[in-house]
Protein backbone atom coordinates (compact mmCIF):
# COMPACT_ATOMS: atom_id res chain seq x y z
CA UNK A 1 0.00 0.00 0.00
CA UNK A 2 2.96 2.38 0.88
CA UNK A 3 4.43 1.67 -2.52
CA UNK A 4 1.05 2.51 -4.48
CA UNK A 5 1.18 5.99 -2.72
CA UNK A 6 4.56 6.97 -3.71
CA UNK A 7 3.48 6.20 -7.01
CA UNK A 8 0.48 8.14 -7.34
CA UNK A 9 1.60 10.98 -5.22
CA UNK A 10 4.76 10.68 -7.86
CA UNK A 11 2.75 11.06 -10.58
CA UNK A 12 0.46 13.82 -9.64
CA UNK A 13 3.57 15.55 -8.20
CA UNK A 14 5.38 15.73 -11.91
CA UNK A 15 2.23 16.45 -14.01
CA UNK A 16 2.00 19.44 -11.35
CA UNK A 17 5.32 21.07 -12.07
CA UNK A 18 5.56 19.17 -15.18
CA UNK A 19 9.36 17.56 -14.55
CA UNK A 20 11.48 18.54 -11.26
CA UNK A 21 13.72 20.86 -13.05
CA UNK A 22 13.74 24.52 -14.47
CA UNK A 23 16.83 26.96 -15.50
CA UNK A 24 17.09 30.41 -13.50
CA UNK A 25 19.43 32.78 -14.06
CA UNK A 26 22.06 33.79 -11.71
CA UNK A 27 22.70 37.46 -12.67
CA UNK A 28 20.21 40.61 -13.40
CA UNK A 29 18.99 40.86 -16.29
CA UNK A 30 16.21 43.18 -16.73
CA UNK A 31 17.65 46.65 -18.11
CA UNK A 32 19.40 47.31 -20.97
CA UNK A 33 22.13 48.08 -19.10
CA UNK A 34 22.31 44.45 -17.85
CA UNK A 35 21.47 43.30 -21.49
CA UNK A 36 24.48 44.95 -22.45
CA UNK A 37 26.87 43.43 -19.76
CA UNK A 38 25.07 40.02 -19.55
CA UNK A 39 25.53 40.15 -22.95
CA UNK A 40 26.29 42.07 -26.35
CA UNK A 41 28.42 43.29 -26.79
CA UNK A 42 29.64 42.84 -23.12
CA UNK A 43 29.69 38.68 -23.50
CA UNK A 44 32.59 38.95 -26.34
CA UNK A 45 35.32 39.77 -23.65
CA UNK A 46 34.67 35.94 -22.13
CA UNK A 47 34.46 34.80 -25.44
CA UNK A 48 37.47 35.75 -26.58
CA UNK A 49 39.65 34.82 -23.41
CA UNK A 50 38.21 31.76 -23.80
CA UNK A 51 39.04 31.73 -27.31
CA UNK A 52 42.45 32.35 -26.49
CA UNK A 53 42.74 29.72 -23.55
CA UNK A 54 40.07 27.11 -23.24
CA UNK A 55 40.84 26.40 -19.19
CA UNK A 56 39.30 29.85 -18.94
CA UNK A 57 36.09 28.64 -19.63
CA UNK A 58 36.06 26.73 -16.33
CA UNK A 59 36.37 30.45 -15.05
CA UNK A 60 33.97 32.25 -17.41
CA UNK A 61 31.14 30.24 -17.78
CA UNK A 62 28.51 27.44 -16.54
CA UNK A 63 31.14 24.65 -17.27
CA UNK A 64 32.93 24.71 -13.61
CA UNK A 65 29.77 23.38 -12.19
CA UNK A 66 27.99 21.86 -14.98
CA UNK A 67 27.50 18.15 -15.40
CA UNK A 68 25.58 15.84 -18.17
CA UNK A 69 23.81 12.92 -16.72
CA UNK A 70 23.57 11.05 -19.79
CA UNK A 71 21.32 7.68 -20.16
CA UNK A 72 20.47 5.48 -23.18
CA UNK A 73 17.32 4.30 -20.95
CA UNK A 74 18.80 0.50 -20.86
CA UNK A 75 18.12 -0.10 -17.57
CA UNK A 76 16.16 2.32 -15.49
CA UNK A 77 15.75 1.46 -12.14
CA UNK A 78 14.85 -1.87 -12.57
CA UNK A 79 12.23 -1.06 -15.12
CA UNK A 80 14.60 -2.74 -17.57
CA UNK A 81 15.03 -0.94 -21.29
CA UNK A 82 12.73 1.71 -21.46
CA UNK A 83 14.32 3.73 -24.00
CA UNK A 84 15.83 7.37 -23.42
CA UNK A 85 12.69 9.29 -23.66
CA UNK A 86 10.71 6.91 -20.67
CA UNK A 87 13.87 7.14 -18.35
CA UNK A 88 13.47 11.44 -18.68
CA UNK A 89 11.73 11.92 -15.26
CA UNK A 90 14.58 8.90 -13.33
CA UNK A 91 17.17 11.29 -14.63
CA UNK A 92 16.10 14.62 -13.96
CA UNK A 93 15.74 13.02 -10.47
CA UNK A 94 19.49 11.90 -10.29
CA UNK A 95 19.83 15.65 -11.19
CA UNK A 96 17.98 16.68 -8.48
CA UNK A 97 20.45 15.05 -6.34
CA UNK A 98 23.23 15.85 -7.53
CA UNK A 99 22.17 19.67 -7.48
CA UNK A 100 20.38 19.38 -3.95
CA UNK A 101 23.15 17.10 -2.09
CA UNK A 102 26.02 18.61 -4.55
CA UNK A 103 25.55 22.22 -5.21
CA UNK A 104 26.48 20.65 -8.74
CA UNK A 105 23.88 22.32 -11.85
CA UNK A 106 23.01 19.07 -13.39
CA UNK A 107 21.30 18.58 -16.86
CA UNK A 108 19.11 15.48 -17.68
CA UNK A 109 20.77 14.31 -21.53
CA UNK A 110 18.53 11.49 -22.60
CA UNK A 111 19.62 9.64 -25.97
CA UNK A 112 17.29 8.52 -28.77
CA UNK A 113 20.29 5.82 -29.53
CA UNK A 114 21.41 2.77 -27.43
CA UNK A 115 24.55 2.23 -30.26
CA UNK A 116 28.31 2.36 -28.49
CA UNK A 117 29.45 4.50 -31.10
CA UNK A 118 26.73 7.21 -31.79
CA UNK A 119 26.66 7.47 -27.47
CA UNK A 120 30.39 8.34 -27.86
CA UNK A 121 29.96 10.51 -30.49
CA UNK A 122 27.08 12.38 -29.39
CA UNK A 123 28.59 12.81 -25.52
CA UNK A 124 31.61 13.70 -27.11
CA UNK A 125 29.90 16.96 -29.36
CA UNK A 126 28.08 18.21 -26.20
CA UNK A 127 31.09 17.79 -23.92
CA UNK A 128 32.37 21.77 -24.61
CA UNK A 129 29.47 22.68 -22.36
CA UNK A 130 29.63 20.60 -19.58
CA UNK A 131 32.40 20.12 -16.42
CA UNK A 132 31.95 16.42 -16.47
CA UNK A 133 29.80 13.38 -17.61
CA UNK A 134 27.99 10.79 -15.63
CA UNK A 135 26.49 7.84 -17.23
CA UNK A 136 23.63 6.47 -16.01
CA UNK A 137 21.40 3.68 -16.33
CA UNK A 138 23.14 2.73 -19.20
CA UNK A 139 23.05 -1.24 -19.31
CA UNK A 140 26.01 -3.44 -18.85
CA UNK A 141 28.83 -4.13 -20.49
CA UNK A 142 27.61 -0.96 -22.72
CA UNK A 143 28.13 1.70 -19.88
CA UNK A 144 31.62 0.59 -19.38
CA UNK A 145 32.58 0.25 -23.01
CA UNK A 146 30.87 3.96 -23.50
CA UNK A 147 33.18 5.20 -19.92
CA UNK A 148 36.34 4.04 -21.55
CA UNK A 149 36.21 5.03 -24.60
CA UNK A 150 34.80 8.90 -23.55
CA UNK A 151 37.69 8.75 -21.16
CA UNK A 152 40.31 8.54 -23.88
CA UNK A 153 38.70 11.40 -25.75
CA UNK A 154 37.32 13.56 -23.25
CA UNK A 155 39.40 16.04 -20.54
CA UNK A 156 36.88 16.04 -18.56
CA UNK A 157 35.44 13.59 -15.57
CA UNK A 158 33.24 10.77 -16.92
CA UNK A 159 32.10 8.23 -14.18
CA UNK A 160 29.58 5.70 -14.52
CA UNK A 161 26.84 4.87 -11.73
CA UNK A 162 28.37 1.57 -10.61
CA UNK A 163 31.35 3.28 -9.43
CA UNK A 164 28.82 5.12 -6.88
CA UNK A 165 27.48 1.90 -5.91
CA UNK A 166 31.08 0.36 -5.17
CA UNK A 167 32.35 3.68 -2.86
CA UNK A 168 29.06 2.68 -0.81
CA UNK A 169 29.12 -0.76 -0.61
CA UNK A 170 33.24 -0.37 -0.04
CA UNK A 171 31.71 2.10 3.09
CA UNK A 172 29.36 -0.20 4.23
CA UNK A 173 32.01 -3.17 4.08
CA UNK A 174 34.61 -1.03 6.16
CA UNK A 175 32.20 -0.15 8.91
CA UNK A 176 30.81 -3.76 8.84
CA UNK A 177 34.27 -4.73 9.99
CA UNK A 178 34.39 -2.40 12.45
CA UNK A 179 31.62 -3.44 13.95
CA UNK A 180 32.53 -7.22 13.62
CA UNK A 181 36.01 -6.32 15.16
CA UNK A 182 37.93 -7.67 11.93
CA UNK A 183 40.85 -6.09 10.10
CA UNK A 184 39.75 -6.01 6.81
CA UNK A 185 42.72 -8.26 5.64
CA UNK A 186 40.35 -10.73 7.45
CA UNK A 187 36.83 -10.21 6.28
CA UNK A 188 36.35 -13.35 3.68
CA UNK A 189 33.88 -11.81 1.08
CA UNK A 190 31.88 -13.09 -1.70
CA UNK A 191 30.57 -10.81 -4.56
CA UNK A 192 27.46 -12.13 -6.40
CA UNK A 193 26.94 -10.50 -9.52
CA UNK A 194 29.97 -9.91 -12.26
CA UNK A 195 28.54 -6.78 -14.33
CA UNK A 196 30.19 -3.13 -13.70
CA UNK A 197 28.90 -2.25 -10.18
CA UNK A 198 30.21 -6.45 -9.14
CA UNK A 199 33.44 -5.41 -10.93
CA UNK A 200 33.97 -2.03 -9.47
CA UNK A 201 33.11 -3.37 -5.64
CA UNK A 202 35.45 -5.60 -6.42
CA UNK A 203 38.20 -3.36 -7.17
CA UNK A 204 37.79 -0.56 -4.96
CA UNK A 205 37.31 -3.63 -1.68
CA UNK A 206 40.65 -5.05 -2.78
CA UNK A 207 42.63 -1.55 -2.92
CA UNK A 208 40.53 -0.54 1.01
CA UNK A 209 41.86 -3.84 2.32
CA UNK A 210 40.12 -6.61 1.69
CA UNK A 211 41.89 -10.08 0.44
CA UNK A 212 39.89 -12.58 0.22
CA UNK A 213 37.30 -11.92 -2.52
CA UNK A 214 35.54 -14.59 -4.20
CA UNK A 215 33.07 -13.35 -7.63
CA UNK A 216 30.59 -14.95 -8.92
CA UNK A 217 28.36 -14.56 -12.24
CA UNK A 218 26.03 -16.25 -13.57
CA UNK A 219 27.58 -19.35 -14.60
CA UNK A 220 28.87 -19.79 -11.01
CA UNK A 221 32.32 -18.61 -9.39
CA UNK A 222 35.10 -16.79 -11.57
CA UNK A 223 38.18 -18.88 -11.48
CA UNK A 224 40.61 -20.00 -13.58
CA UNK A 225 38.92 -22.93 -14.75
CA UNK A 226 37.17 -20.93 -16.75
CA UNK A 227 39.53 -18.85 -17.97
CA UNK A 228 38.15 -18.75 -22.11
CA UNK A 229 34.48 -17.55 -20.81
CA UNK A 230 35.68 -14.44 -19.85
CA UNK A 231 35.94 -10.89 -21.56
CA UNK A 232 38.77 -8.30 -20.50
CA UNK A 233 37.15 -7.21 -17.59
CA UNK A 234 36.54 -10.64 -16.03
CA UNK A 235 39.81 -11.47 -16.71
CA UNK A 236 41.36 -8.85 -14.77
CA UNK A 237 39.25 -10.07 -11.36
CA UNK A 238 41.12 -13.25 -11.41
CA UNK A 239 44.67 -11.00 -10.59
CA UNK A 240 43.29 -10.55 -7.30
CA UNK A 241 40.61 -12.85 -6.62
CA UNK A 242 39.60 -16.35 -5.70
CA UNK A 243 42.98 -16.86 -5.02
CA UNK A 244 42.17 -20.12 -2.96
CA UNK A 245 41.28 -21.85 -6.69
CA UNK A 246 37.40 -22.52 -5.43
CA UNK A 247 34.85 -23.91 -8.39
CA UNK A 248 31.34 -23.94 -8.45
CA UNK A 249 27.90 -22.35 -7.83
CA UNK A 250 27.27 -19.54 -5.44
CA UNK A 251 25.93 -21.90 -2.94
CA UNK A 252 29.86 -23.05 -2.93
CA UNK A 253 31.13 -19.64 -2.69
CA UNK A 254 29.32 -18.37 0.45
CA UNK A 255 29.98 -21.43 2.70
CA UNK A 256 32.07 -19.93 5.65
CA UNK A 257 32.47 -16.41 4.19
CA UNK A 258 31.66 -13.17 6.57
CA UNK A 259 30.37 -10.91 3.98
CA UNK A 260 27.50 -11.26 1.28
CA UNK A 261 27.47 -8.51 -1.36
CA UNK A 262 24.50 -8.91 -4.28
CA UNK A 263 24.62 -6.97 -7.23
CA UNK A 264 22.87 -8.99 -9.22
CA UNK A 265 18.97 -9.99 -9.51
CA UNK A 266 16.17 -11.24 -7.06
CA UNK A 267 16.09 -13.69 -5.14
CA UNK A 268 19.22 -15.74 -5.42
CA UNK A 269 20.35 -16.25 -2.00
CA UNK A 270 18.56 -18.96 -0.03
CA UNK A 271 17.99 -19.32 3.53
CA UNK A 272 20.28 -22.36 3.35
CA UNK A 273 23.31 -20.23 1.43
CA UNK A 274 22.96 -17.90 4.71
CA UNK A 275 22.93 -20.66 7.62
CA UNK A 276 26.09 -21.78 5.33
CA UNK A 277 28.27 -18.81 5.92
CA UNK A 278 30.34 -17.82 8.77
CA UNK A 279 29.18 -17.00 12.43
CA UNK A 280 27.24 -13.31 12.18
CA UNK A 281 27.24 -13.12 9.18
CA UNK A 282 26.64 -9.50 7.18
CA UNK A 283 24.31 -9.54 3.94
CA UNK A 284 24.43 -7.10 1.70
CA UNK A 285 21.64 -7.74 -0.78
CA UNK A 286 21.30 -4.33 -3.23
CA UNK A 287 19.52 -5.90 -6.07
CA UNK A 288 16.39 -3.37 -7.10
CA UNK A 289 13.63 -3.17 -6.91
CA UNK A 290 13.48 -7.07 -5.02
CA UNK A 291 16.64 -7.82 -3.10
CA UNK A 292 18.62 -11.29 -3.38
CA UNK A 293 17.12 -12.01 -0.48
CA UNK A 294 14.80 -10.13 2.15
CA UNK A 295 16.17 -8.02 5.16
CA UNK A 296 14.32 -10.11 7.74
CA UNK A 297 14.73 -13.27 6.21
CA UNK A 298 18.40 -12.66 5.97
CA UNK A 299 17.88 -11.33 10.06
CA UNK A 300 15.85 -14.79 10.65
CA UNK A 301 18.50 -16.88 9.18
CA UNK A 302 21.24 -15.39 11.60
CA UNK A 303 22.55 -12.13 9.77
CA UNK A 304 24.28 -9.67 12.24
CA UNK A 305 24.23 -6.87 9.58
CA UNK A 306 22.11 -6.36 6.75
CA UNK A 307 21.66 -3.53 3.97
CA UNK A 308 19.67 -3.26 1.15
CA UNK A 309 18.92 -0.75 -1.73
CA UNK A 310 15.90 -0.01 0.32
CA UNK A 311 14.96 3.01 2.46
CA UNK A 312 12.42 1.33 4.89
CA UNK A 313 15.01 -1.03 6.43
CA UNK A 314 18.63 -0.31 8.23
CA UNK A 315 21.72 0.28 6.10
CA UNK A 316 20.26 1.55 2.76
CA UNK A 317 23.46 1.80 0.54
CA UNK A 318 23.20 3.77 -2.72
CA UNK A 319 25.28 5.50 -5.33
CA UNK A 320 23.46 8.34 -3.91
CA UNK A 321 25.44 8.52 -0.81
CA UNK A 322 28.51 8.56 -3.25
CA UNK A 323 28.45 10.76 -6.39
CA UNK A 324 26.95 14.46 -5.51
CA UNK A 325 30.63 14.51 -3.11
CA UNK A 326 32.86 12.45 -6.04
CA UNK A 327 31.63 14.80 -8.38
CA UNK A 328 31.60 18.11 -6.33
CA UNK A 329 35.17 17.00 -5.37
CA UNK A 330 36.40 16.32 -9.01
CA UNK A 331 35.30 19.76 -9.77
CA UNK A 332 36.53 21.76 -6.88
CA UNK A 333 39.66 20.39 -8.16
CA UNK A 334 39.45 20.35 -11.74
CA UNK A 335 40.13 16.95 -12.37
CA UNK A 336 40.47 16.04 -15.83
CA UNK A 337 39.50 12.24 -14.19
CA UNK A 338 38.16 10.42 -11.89
CA UNK A 339 40.46 7.72 -10.87
CA UNK A 340 40.47 4.94 -8.78
CA UNK A 341 42.35 6.62 -5.51
CA UNK A 342 39.42 9.71 -6.23
CA UNK A 343 36.83 6.39 -5.23
CA UNK A 344 38.64 5.04 -2.84
CA UNK A 345 39.20 8.42 -0.93
CA UNK A 346 35.26 8.90 -1.20
CA UNK A 347 34.57 5.44 0.30
CA UNK A 348 36.77 5.70 3.60
CA UNK A 349 35.22 9.36 3.90
CA UNK A 350 31.76 8.22 3.88
CA UNK A 351 32.87 5.57 5.97
CA UNK A 352 34.21 7.83 8.53
CA UNK A 353 31.12 9.94 8.86
CA UNK A 354 30.15 7.49 11.49
CA UNK A 355 31.50 7.97 14.76
CA UNK A 356 32.45 5.46 17.31
CA UNK A 357 29.95 6.50 19.51
CA UNK A 358 27.43 6.15 16.78
CA UNK A 359 28.45 2.80 14.87
CA UNK A 360 26.60 0.11 14.99
CA UNK A 361 24.50 -2.69 13.76
CA UNK A 362 21.61 -0.63 12.17
CA UNK A 363 23.77 2.64 11.09
CA UNK A 364 26.85 1.80 9.11
CA UNK A 365 26.58 4.36 6.83
CA UNK A 366 25.30 8.00 7.38
CA UNK A 367 21.97 9.10 6.23
CA UNK A 368 21.62 10.49 2.67
CA UNK A 369 20.37 13.67 3.94
CA UNK A 370 23.07 14.12 7.04
CA UNK A 371 24.28 17.79 6.86
CA UNK A 372 27.94 17.31 5.15
CA UNK A 373 28.04 14.62 4.18
CA UNK A 374 28.39 15.72 0.22
CA UNK A 375 31.30 17.80 1.51
CA UNK A 376 32.98 15.99 3.50
CA UNK A 377 33.47 13.45 0.56
CA UNK A 378 33.85 15.97 -1.67
CA UNK A 379 37.18 17.40 0.83
CA UNK A 380 38.89 13.86 0.46
CA UNK A 381 38.47 13.32 -3.21
CA UNK A 382 39.29 17.12 -4.05
CA UNK A 383 42.65 16.43 -1.83
CA UNK A 384 43.02 12.70 -3.40
CA UNK A 385 43.19 14.18 -6.45
Known amino acids: MVKARYYEESLMLHALHKGKLEIVGKVPFKTREDMSI ?85 VKMIAPTFGGVCLEDIAAPRCSEVEKRLKKVLDIPVFCEQHGIAAA ?34 KMIYAAGVRDIVVCDSGGVISASRFSEFGEDKLELLEFTNRGGLNGTLADAVKGRDVFIGLSKPRLLTEDMVNSMAKDPVIFALSTP ?28 SSALAFPGIFRGALDAGAKEITEKMKLAAAQALAGQVSDRDLGEEYILPYLFEDGLAAAVAKAVAAAC
Open 38 to 122: AYKPGVAEPCLLIARDPEDARKYSIKANTIAVVSDGSNVLGLGNIGGLASLPAIEGKALLFKELGGIDAFPICLATQDVDEIVDT
Open 169 to 202: VCAAVINAARVLKKPLAGVKTVICGAGAAGISTA
Open 290 to 317: EPEIHPIIAKSCGARITGSGRWDFPNQI
